[in-house]
T-cell receptor, first 114, second 111 residues
Framework: KAGVTQTPRYLIKTRGQQVTLSCSPISGHRSVSWYQQTPGQGLQFLFEYFSETQRNKGNFPGRFSGRQFSNSRSEMNVSTLELGDSALYLC?????????????FGPGTRLTVL | DQQVKQNSPSLSVQEGRISILNCDYTNSMFDYFLWYKKYPAEGPTFLISISSIKDKNEDGRFTVFLNKSAKHLSLHIVPSQPGDSAVYFCAARRSQGNLIFGKGTKLSVKP
């Protein structure tokens, strides 16, 4: 099976712009979660989508939003970019058929805000 | 408030010896724990997991131990190999909840 794919891999934006990141989960996986990784902060949970519905949300401002399509592909949008939004954004997919399942990560999108 | 803590930012081990990575958590509602390995410029790769109903899970060179009373888990790698050099993240979750990660421990295995 193909793994989780994320596009683009690298992105450079300037403050105030907006950005959309894309994630294609592993075939058959219905849950997609997004994480932000910054130096010294580890991976911080942004949100999770399951069957096109947001199921969990982390502690991020409303500038961060997402959605999931009927084919389970997901997009994440960040509006009014700030310098502090520079990070590696990771997408993970899982089956979510039980309380215990494993998330598989994509390679990430490296966002740099200038 | 950090619910999952990896107190050692880095660990250096000689090839062939045991690597022990530690993780502490504060939320007694966590019922599933995972370890991920991450190389630079790549996403985290799942290594091994353990349910709260168990105290040990083994997969090849990797063993995870869970001590619920101490709210502590550890990952043992035996024998350590240079290819194991990476950042290791501990993660925990409640049923249907999201994963909460520690900040990672950078393991260096020296030949």
């Amino acid at each position: 099976k193909a793994g989780v794919t994320q596009t683009p891999r690298y992105l450079i934006k300037t403050r105030g712009q907006q950005v959309t990141l894309s994630c294609s989960p592993i075939s058959g996986h219905r849950s997609v979660s997004w994480y932000q990784q910054t130096p010294g902060q580890g991976l911080q949970f942004l949100f999770e989508y399951f069957s096109e519905t947001q199921r969990n949300k982390g502690n991020f401002p409303g500038r961060f939003s997402g959605r999931q399509f009927s084919n389970s592909r997901s997009e994440m949008n960040v509006s009014t970019l700030e310098l502090g939004d520079s990070a590696l954004y990771l997408c993970a997919s899982s089956l979510r058929t039980s309380g215990v399942d494993t998330q598989y990560f994509g390679p990430g999108t490296r966002l740099t805000v200038l | 408030d950090q619910q999952v803590k990896q107190n050692s930012p880095s660990l250096s081990v000689q090839e062939g010896r045991i690597s022990i990575l530690n993780c502490d958590y504060t939320n007694s509602m966590f019922d599933y724990f995972l370890w991920y390995k991450k190389y630079p410029a790549e996403g985290p790769t799942f290594l091994i997991s353990i349910s709260s109903i168990k105290d040990k899970n083994e997969d090849g060179r990797f063993t995870v131990f869970l001590n619920k009373s101490a709210k502590h888990l550890s990952l043992h790698i035996v024998p350590s190999q240079p290819g194991d050099s990476a950042v290791y993240f501990c993660a925990a979750r409640r049923s249907q909840g999201n994963l909460i990660f520690g900040k990672g421990t950078k393991l260096s295995v020296k030949p």
